[in-house]
């Protein structure tokens, strides 16, 4: 064997950043897993068990919401701590937090870590990645201080200064990093401060900017002081985020106006029906804090929340989803092939085949995840009687790290539990991402370079 086939060999058996940013979430999840199963991080003082345990943990590294516990009631401030931290590491990446580490060490970050740094961040140019890293953590902190410091001013007065900032600093992180957890109790989310404009709106802007991606953010910051134009990207996360936010929140207004048991509730003004209706269409894009009953909207309203939900936030953000960006490249490809064209243009720009080929996929891949681990929670939970439209409901907001419920994640049985864990996994990780990570591509090289003859296949 010569010495270059042997570095081939060699370069083979390394792992790829999908693998190994893969392999990082999943670790992440068994060590959260195994700290909140310890006795000391429950407010009882006895274990919650390993399934209670690796599914929380699951839920909070994936950004979820989905839980089997009330973290307000059920653990101890300890295991309030690990819970924030497993949020926290998750939502932002833990690829960035090493990065972090590196830099306060004073140590130099190696070429594969600038590229495990960028593959987790989905960006492609190397160039001061570190740099925007670093500024991504001092983004990210600057807006979770300023949302737990607005919240404080409704919370201190309610549950005492100590607990109303700890409350405050817990809602405001889980709320950026668009993870749903809460620690009020009772499992109503914030249904109970529906009537609170302040705490409403404030939810709603850190699910939005949590979501809307951090390069997207810089961009904005950095309009006028020598960036004069927006990115493609950044253009096509705007417009969708906007699509979506306002009519998702015109159409749940217009479903829901007369409903007794959402927005037309005892008490509800018409600023509450406004913020609450906004608030449903942004906490679906993966934030997964409940507003109005997810379980009494009509079914309508449901069907619209679980397509918020399959889109999901923006790349290179700490939600989930398809992504904005994903359903907008396969929406001009439609457009392209109806109109005739042969590729994909926008605002002058022209968009790869191999993006749209990416973002197909990405839909398939995670529609018939969807649609297969749903029709298996059906069948298991025949003889519950459950509507399949919230078990659908459950199942999409489980794949796409949304954590919103119509019908109490701990109601279901155990076996659909444990199908539930792979599947924020996934979402969290990424479809296309794992499949890739997971596929062998041997002599992929090779093969670009082979081609076959041409033959038409019918279709439509």
Request: proline share 2%; hydrophobic share 50%; net charge positive.
């Given at each position: 064997?010569t010495?270059?086939s042997?570095r081939?060999?060699?370069r083979r058996?390394?792992?790829n950043?999908g693998q190994?940013?893969?392999l990082?979430?999943?670790?992440?999840?068994v060590?959260?897993?195994l700290?909140l199963t310890?006795?000391?991080?429950?407010a009882?003082?006895?274990?919650l068990?390993?399934l209670?345990?690796m599914f929380?943990?699951?839920?909070?590294?994936?950004?979820t919401?989905l839980?089997?516990?009330?973290?307000?009631?059920?653990?101890s401030?300890?295991?309030?701590?690990?819970?924030?931290a497993?949020?926290?590491v998750?939502g932002?990446?833990?690829?960035?937090f090493?990065?972090?580490g590196m830099?306060?060490l004073?140590r130099?970050?190696?070429l594969?870590?600038?590229?495990?740094?960028?593959?987790a961040m989905n960006?492609s140019?190397?160039?001061?990645?570190?740099?925007l890293s670093?500024?991504?953590?001092?983004?990210?902190?600057?807006?979770e201080?300023?949302?737990?410091?607005?919240?404080?001013?409704?919370?201190?007065p309610?549950?005492?200064?100590?607990k109303g900032?700890?409350?405050s600093?817990?809602t405001?992180?889980s709320a950026?990093?668009?993870?749903?957890?809460d620690?009020f109790?009772?499992y109503n989310?914030v249904i109970?401060m529906?009537?609170d404009p302040?705490v409403?709106?404030?939810?709603?802007?850190?699910?939005?900017?949590g979501?809307m991606?951090?390069a997207?953010i810089?961009?904005?910051?950095?309009?006028?002081?020598g960036?004069?134009?927006?990115?493609l990207?950044?253009?096509?996360?705007?417009?969708?985020?906007?699509?979506?936010?306002f009519g998702?929140?015109?159409m749940?207004y217009?479903?829901?106006?007369s409903n007794?048991?959402?927005?037309a509730?005892?008490?509800m003004?018409?600023?509450?029906?406004?913020?609450n209706?906004?608030?449903?269409s942004?906490?679906c894009?993966t934030a997964?804090?409940?507003s109005?009953?997810?379980?009494?909207?009509k079914?309508?309203t449901?069907?619209?929340?679980c397509?918020?939900?399959?889109?999901?936030?923006s790349?290179a953000s700490?939600?989930g989803?398809?992504k904005t960006t994903?359903?907008?490249v396969?929406?001009l490809m439609?457009w392209?092939v109806?109109?005739g064209r042969e590729?994909?243009t926008?605002?002058g720009?022209e968009?790869?085949q191999d993006?749209?080929r990416?973002?197909?996929?990405?839909?398939?891949?995670?529609l018939?995840?969807a649609l297969v681990?749903?029709?298996a929670i059906?069948i298991?939970?025949?003889s519950h009687g459950?509507?399949?439209?919230?078990?659908?409901?459950e199942?999409?907001s489980?794949i796409t790290t949304?954590g919103?419920?119509?019908m109490?994640?701990?109601?279901?049985?155990?076996?659909?539990?444990?199908?539930?864990?792979?599947?924020?996994?996934?979402g969290r990780?990424?479809p296309?991402?794992?499949?890739v990570a997971?596929?062998?591509?041997a002599?992929?090289?090779?093969q670009n370079?082979?081609?076959h003859?041409e033959?038409n296949?019918?279709?439509?």
């Amino acid at each position: 064997m010569t010495i270059s086939s042997k570095r081939e060999q060699a370069r083979r058996k390394n792992l790829n950043p999908g693998q190994i940013l893969a392999l990082g979430f999943l670790v992440l999840i068994v060590v959260g897993g195994l700290l909140l199963t310890l006795p000391a991080c429950s407010a009882t003082g006895q274990s919650l068990g390993l399934l209670k345990g690796m599914f929380t943990a699951t839920s909070a590294v994936c950004v979820t919401g989905l839980t089997l516990i009330e973290a307000g009631v059920d653990l101890s401030p300890l295991g309030q701590g690990v819970l924030l931290a497993l949020i926290q590491v998750g939502g932002l990446g833990f690829m960035a937090f090493a990065s972090l580490g590196m830099v306060l060490l004073g140590r130099k970050i190696s070429l594969r870590g600038r590229l495990l740094l960028g593959e987790a961040m989905n960006q492609s140019n190397m160039k001061g990645m570190v740099r925007l890293s670093l500024w991504f953590f001092l983004m990210a902190l600057a807006i979770e201080l300023a949302g737990a410091a607005v919240l404080s001013i409704r919370f201190i007065p309610r549950y005492g200064v100590g607990k109303g900032i700890w409350m405050s600093i817990f809602t405001a992180i889980s709320a950026f990093c668009n993870a749903g957890f809460d620690l009020f109790g009772q499992y109503n989310s914030v249904i109970s401060m529906q009537g609170d404009p302040t705490v409403i709106i404030t939810l709603t802007l850190l699910i939005l900017f949590g979501g809307m991606g951090f390069a997207v953010i810089l961009e904005l910051l950095s309009l006028g002081r020598g960036n004069r134009r927006l990115s493609l990207h950044a253009k096509l996360v705007l417009i969708m985020n906007a699509v979506l936010l306002f009519g998702g929140a015109l159409m749940v207004y217009l479903l829901e106006y007369s409903n007794p048991a959402t927005l037309a509730a005892e008490g509800m003004t018409g600023t509450d029906k406004v913020t609450n209706a906004f608030m449903q269409s942004m906490t679906c894009r993966t934030a997964g804090f409940a507003s109005i009953d997810q379980g009494a909207m009509k079914p309508a309203t449901k069907m619209l929340s679980c397509f918020l939900m399959f889109v999901g936030a923006s790349p290179a953000s700490t939600g989930g989803g398809i992504k904005t960006t994903t359903l907008a490249v396969s929406l001009l490809m439609i457009w392209s092939v109806i109109r005739g064209r042969e590729h994909i243009t926008l605002f002058g720009k022209e968009v790869s085949q191999d993006t749209a080929r990416r973002a197909v996929a990405l839909m398939f891949i995670a529609l018939a995840f969807a649609l297969v681990v749903t029709t298996a929670i059906v069948i298991l939970e025949d003889s519950h009687g459950f509507d399949t439209l919230d078990l659908g409901y459950e199942t999409i907001s489980a794949i796409t790290t949304t954590g919103l419920s119509a019908m109490g994640t701990g109601n279901l049985r155990v076996s659909s539990q444990i199908l539930l864990m792979p599947l924020m996994y996934l979402g969290r990780v990424g479809p296309l991402t794992l499949a890739v990570a997971l596929a062998h591509r041997a002599n992929s090289r090779v093969q670009n370079r082979v081609r076959h003859p041409e033959e038409n296949v019918m279709i439509g």
